[in-house]
């Protein structure tokens, strides 16, 4: 499906925290907008705001979307898919899914949601990659004992180490590693006993492995081969754009980025965003 790029004026604004986020001089009209999940379009493991879903629903009319993150296809179905209940088919099939940054790709089609590809860590890195970030979170003193769900979990391409769980409060996860040191220092010390696999910090408590090469830019690179739509023609949003966060390989890669602090922030942005680009649609 073909978008113009058609030149408008793209300012940035929020209602409630204006400086949030940032001024980001976009130049064309985007043929594809991809998000972050968490803290992005929803807090963390948590289902889309009413108010965000709608707004989702709007931009599915406008433009294609993408969700890339870390978290696995089932947390995509409760925090995203689940939430979409005023959908059409025909809507859904502008939007493009993809759990563990990228290295599973699902699509709506027929009525259905139907995995495109998967990308699974073999037996062996599995094992592997389980023993050392145990071994190691609990020499570092992060291994805990009251927890939300399963520490570690094979997501098939991706192992993800959870400190508190996936369910763990908001707050409880924030107050356990504000800084981002204990992820940080897990990560590096993972990372060099796993030199053949990918260790990258995750979300506000969480550390992914996956295989080497595989982060969000490589998930928007395959986007792009996948959807014929070039990176020149994508803008991603997302809340961890720092250099130790997630989302920065997309920066890095080129792809023009809109740094927000909160679901509230994003939903602020698509509230500019989507006349904007309904304006540029009916302009073709």
């Not at 979990?153 to 800084?179: M, N, Y």
């Not at 994003?266 to 989507?274: D, R, V």
Request: proline share 5%; net charge negative; charged share 25%.
């Amino acid at each position: 499906m073909q978008r113009g790029t058609r030149t408008i004026e793209r300012r940035t604004r929020t209602a409630t925290r204006p400086h949030n986020v940032k001024e980001t001089p976009v130049t064309t009209t985007p043929r594809l907008v991809a998000f972050d999940l968490d803290d992005t379009l929803a807090p963390s493991k948590s289902p889309l705001d009413p108010a965000m879903a709608s707004l989702l629903i709007e931009l599915l009319d406008v433009t294609e979307v993408c969700i890339i993150s870390g978290g696995q296809i089932s947390q995509f179905q409760m925090q995203v898919i689940d939430n979409l209940t005023t959908a059409s088919d025909a809507q859904l099939e502008h939007l493009h899914l993809m759990p563990t940054c990228g290295t599973q790709y699902y699509l709506h089609q027929n009525g259905a949601w139907n995995q495109i590809y998967a990308q699974n860590l073999t037996d062996d890195e599995k094992a592997r990659a389980l023993e050392v970030v145990e071994r190691i979170a609990k020499k570092l003193g992060y291994w805990e004992t009251e927890t939300w769900g399963p520490i570690l979990e094979d997501r098939g391409s991706q192992i993800t180490f959870s400190a508190l769980g996936q369910a763990a409060p908001v707050a409880v996860k924030t107050a356990w590693d504000p800084t981002g040191e204990k992820k940080n220092s897990l990560r590096e010390a993972a990372q060099a006993e796993l030199p053949d696999l990918e260790v990258r910090a995750g979300g506000s408590t969480s550390v992914d492995i996956t295989r080497q090469g595989i982060d969000k830019a490589y998930g928007m690179t395959k986007l792009a081969d996948l959807t014929g739509i070039p990176l020149d023609d994508m803008l991603f949003v997302g809340d961890r754009l720092d250099e130790n966060g997630n989302d920065y390989p997309v920066k890095v890669l080129g792809v023009e980025c809109v740094a927000v602090e909160g679901w509230h922030d994003t939903a602020a942005y698509l509230e500019k965003l989507i006349p904007e680009l309904r304006a540029a649609k009916s302009a073709e």
